[in-house]
């Protein structure tokens, strides 16, 4: 898929039926096998609309924050915003110390063309980091731990992305029914009047448990195939 090493690699984009190796421990791999035309349609996109769509579209990607000087997504990156620093008011400064955002973030919008790495979806897409989520969750009130609590950060997460302009909101995270409060239901349904589309995951593991905030209404609840 272009000059980008990587990108080879990367059957959730064009599956065809590369053959990966994943490490199970210091002496064995599992033998992966994709399956052709598993992936999310980008070559038909593609070839339906070209490289690129008339304008950019704001993906806020509220998580852990991003590797800001990451070579493959600092030309993708928009102003965000912190909400784990110790105080309640956050500052500017996104950074992932944990490294799920950074991989979220990638495989929206890594950068395509640059000889780096992987690719994202498309050329047209920026990313707003907001961070949520810290490397260690330690119980509130401990030293080192936000203030603020998990749930309240989301749900600021999703306001500041919607201030932000955002036209989507990805929430890669999840949590049962201790994470439903009103607050953030009603931060989703501020987001999905102002035309953003709210999308979250289901989870992993096969459960079958339900999912906040994926299971609220009109939200795009996504799991693996």
């Known amino acids: 898929i272009g000059n ?26 599992q033998r992966l096998v994709g399956v052709p035309g598993i992936d999310v349609g980008w070559k038909a996109f593609r070839d339906r609309y070209g ?4 304008e950019t579209v704001k ?7 991003v590797a800001l000087e990451h070579p493959d997504l600092k030309d993708v990156l928009l102003p965000g915003w912190n909400f ?19 991989h979220v973030a990638g495989i929206i919008a890594a950068a395509a063309g640059n000889g ?31 203030k603020m609590i998990l749930s309240d950060r ?24 201790s994470m439903d409060t009103a607050y953030l239901r009603q931060s989703i349904k501020i987001a999905q009047n102002r035309g953003a589309i709210v999308v979250a995951a289901a989870g992993n593991n096969s459960h079958d448990g339900t999912i906040f905030p994926c299971a609220y209404d009109g939200v795009v609840c996504v799991g693996a195939y």
């Open 51 to 54: 490289s690129s769509l008339s």
């Open 84 to 102: 784990t620093t110790q105080d309640l008011k956050g500052d500017d400064q996104p950074y992932d110390d944990l490294g799920h955002g950074t």
């Open 4 to 29: 980008d090493p990587l990108s080879i690699y990367q059957w959730g984009l064009l599956n065809q039926g590369q053959i990966l190796h994943r490490e199970v421990d210091d002496l064995h791999e």
């Open 154 to 177: 989301i749900t600021q997460g999703i306001l500041y992305a919607v201030k932000a302009g955002a036209q989507v909101i990805n929430l890669s995270l999840g949590w049962p029914k």
């Open 116 to 146: 780096i790495g992987g690719r994202g979806l498309g050329e047209n897409l920026r990313i707003i980091p907001v961070k949520v989520l810290t490397a260690s969750e330690a119980a509130p009130g401990t030293p080192g731990s936000p």
């Open 59 to 65: 993906v806020a990607v509220v998580d852990s924050g």
